[in-house]
């Protein structure tokens, strides 16, 4: 439809079909918008890393508190704030463990090489000497297994409880591309990730060092909690956690990142800062109180009456960035404005009320977006408004969408290179003796995983709205 039809309405008899003579009797066939409800969390799935270096994580100093312990600790309660209906425990290693029970985390037995024969015999004492097992669960560390079993439904929450000591094959070499396409798996559709690193005190062994060697020294190191799953309910249960360690723990003890391609979608009304109706300015107030252009519809929905032509835009909408996004999260940027937009004509062919509306084939940018230092600003397009033709209805329907900057994960998450070490490194740190050890090549496994949410992400929905406004000029 050309943008220039509607002129015929005002130079042609009133008559013609296209014309409008009559207010607007019906909504315009706006499409449902997303509603933010707190979807339901069905179920939950929790895994439990049982490597030997893990054992020191739960035997602590007497007099010391284990950050790990209080966390796992707190984990039925955190999960009853997001409503979930079934959660399941699981032990994993070389092979996941079904039908883990929750209260042996904190034992330092889970963590011997007996952890296959005491899983299936919970009260019995296991006389049998490692060597006697001859598949031990300790040894490794397969969170890509983890990742595969994974049941990725919008309803349901996956968490691993791990210390990430993953080896150059895990995240540079031939299991690399395993667990890229493990992580793309587990980020599909609307979920995402979050990374929770936690130091805690430390005493025990740390074992499989690029070199093969242990280390005995520390007294610290970080644990990691990875949640995956839908947006809203993996960012209550992140706040509520993070509010629960940051009432017990300095700030430099945790750090958080998201990492997700479902921002939040802001349904905001569009806010009055002023609106030009013949030849004066009427506040937001009185806008609200006025005769609707069109009655029986949404009362979100906003209407508004313009007089053309326009010098300055009359309404602006700012939103702060944070407000879209989730918090700890990639960043975001080249927003772009999608926008359907239909005039009503009071006659006309159909029988139908909402047939009334007739869209435009090539809709003119009736809002246009920017950016600026963390915040958007969401306005009138003059030169589009501009050019409509006068006295008549106009419905838009806009979607602002965005996407996933390209960034160096270190420039935006500094603490992931300070906790991580990598093989070419291990000599200079363990010269060093630290008391804290750092987590083995965090910062590769960190930027494969932004890279997977990268390569999934296109263009994000971060906004949508709807409007009716008349030219009355």
Known sequence: MNLWNPVLCFIITVGFVGCETTRPTCSPP??????????LVKSVEIFFDVSA?????????????????????????????????KVSYYSFGKKIQDNFVLAEVTQPRSYKCDKNVQIKTH???IKSKPEDIPDCNNQESRIDKVLEKFNTKDDSLQIIFTDLFLNNTEVLGAQADALRRALEKS????????????RSSFHGKIYDLPSGEKYEKATSRPFYMLIFG???PLSRLVENVSFLISNTLPA?????AVFTKELKKTNTPLMFSSVVRSGSSATEKEISSATPLV????REIPQFRLVTPLKDSPIQVTL???????????PIGNFTVYSDVWWWVSSGKGSVCKEHWVKFENPPPIFEIYEKSGTLYFKIALASVNALPPRRTYAVSTKVKASILDVKVSDIMPWVSNWSFSAETEETLVRNGPKFFPTLNLGQFVSVLANALQTQSKTILVLENNAIFRIDR
């Open 320 to 330: 702060p960035l944070s407000s879209i996004q989730l918090k700890n999260g990639l």
């Open 187 to 198: 980020l599909r559709k609307s979920r995402s990730f979050a990374l929770l690193g936690v």
């Open 252 to 256: 430099d003890a945790f750090h958080l």
């Open 295 to 298: 009655s029986g519809i949404d």
């Open 123 to 125: 009260d019995k004492k």
């Open 30 to 39: 706006f499409s449902p918008q997303e509603k933010n409800d707190l979807p």
């Open 53 to 85: 270096s893990m054992e020191g994580f739960v035997s602590p100093q007497r007099g010391e508190k284990s950050s790990y312990i209080d966390l796992v600790g707190s984990i039925p309660e955190q999960l009853r704030r997001i409503n979930a209906e």
């Open 230 to 232: 839908p947006s809203e």
